[in-house]
């Protein structure tokens, strides 16, 4: 029986990636040649979506992170985007939702989350020379520790250096209660989802419990700098100064803001504001969310502390779709090809258009 289901699965998945391949190589190309895909956003009363990207490399290599898309790819996507859109800055956006204008012609937000180096290398001058605004929105710890990584990039770099064997009997999470200090792990996908609801402390002392620092040091050594290099000081006021970028933040080491007490809660929001803006020499008034993952008092907190324009990926409360100072955007995979992108970026109006 079990050799059976196994079989099953196995042809099950061959058929599914047979007909995937088929889908991104004929259908997808066709459909866009056509113009037809442009039928998706057509009949959505919804005139402006904000897309949201991360990472840029010369060539995106999935097996390390799923953050970037190739740079032949982005640029194929701002060439379609240009062509058919208006490209439109963030505060624009807002600006027309909170007064009910509605663009004639639909529009498109450009935004990228966690202040890779590789926004300011690869998608900072093709924005330039086609004179797109864009919104990227920095952890700020890159300003106070240039060579740290984000955590979630050590993790995903490193992954093949944890025991998960090991990890089966279950994980002390450090400071919680005897009866929620221990959680079994069963692989990447737990272990990452756990880590998201520590604050920072604790999530650095068991990331140093888990991953040996030397290996670390000797994997990360061998690795293209563009898969988690930030953002430096100098890189980031060039971007400001130019008029096409505004810099946001998006806190000082990339927590679920939902888990964080008080006190940390106000420290991401305030410190990575105040870092930001003595970067630049601008008010940073836009915040995107870590993860998407906020609450009310989160949002309440966020606006006390000097942030106007708020980003989820969704909407998460009741609250968000009558609050004028947040919207959703849509995130572009980047593990599929630049004609599936045209599609999503046609479909997003419907999804997550404003």
Known sequence: MFAGQSSFSHIRNSVMNFLKTVARKIVFPAITATGLERILSTFSTRQTVI??????VPEANHLLSVNHIGLETFGRHLEYIRKRFSVIPLQEAFS???????????????????????????????????????????TAQCLSDPEMLLWYDTLDLCCDLIDY???????????????????????????????????????????????DREKAVKRISTISP?????LRKSQIREM???????????????????VL????????????????????????????????????????????SGYENLLAADYRLATDYSDMNIQPRFSISNTTTAESGF????????????
């Open 261 to 304: 007490n008080e006190g940390e809660l106000a420290f991401e929001l305030s410190s990575s504001k105040k870092l930001l803006e003595d970067a630049t020499g601008k008010k940073v008034i836009s915040l995107a969310f870590p993860d998407g993952a906020y609450n009310e008092p989160v949002k309440q907190k966020a606006v006390t």
């Open 343 to 354: 599609i999503q970026i046609q479909m997003a109006f419907q999804k997550s258009g404003i």
């Open 240 to 258: 400001a100064d130019s008029g096409l970028i505004e810099i946001g933040s998006h806190t000082m080491y990339h927590p679920n803001l939902d």
């Open 226 to 230: 563009d898969y988690y290099r930030l």
């Open 96 to 138: 027309n939702f909170r007064q009910g204008i509605h663009p004639e012609k639909k529009s498109v937000v450009l935004t990228f989350d966690d202040g890779y180096e590789n926004n300011y290398t690869y998608a900072y001058p093709l924005l330039k020379n086609a004179g797109l605004p864009a919104t990227l929105f920095v």
């Open 165 to 211: 064997a090991g990890l089966k009997g279950g994980i002390r999470l450090p400071g919680r209660e005897n009866g929620e200090s221990m959680q079994e792990i069963t692989g990447l996908s737990g272990l990452r989802k756990m880590l998201k609801s520590l604050n920072r402390e604790s999530k650095q002392q068991l990331l140093s419990g888990l991953i």
């Open 51 to 56: 897309l949201m990207y991360h990472g840029v």
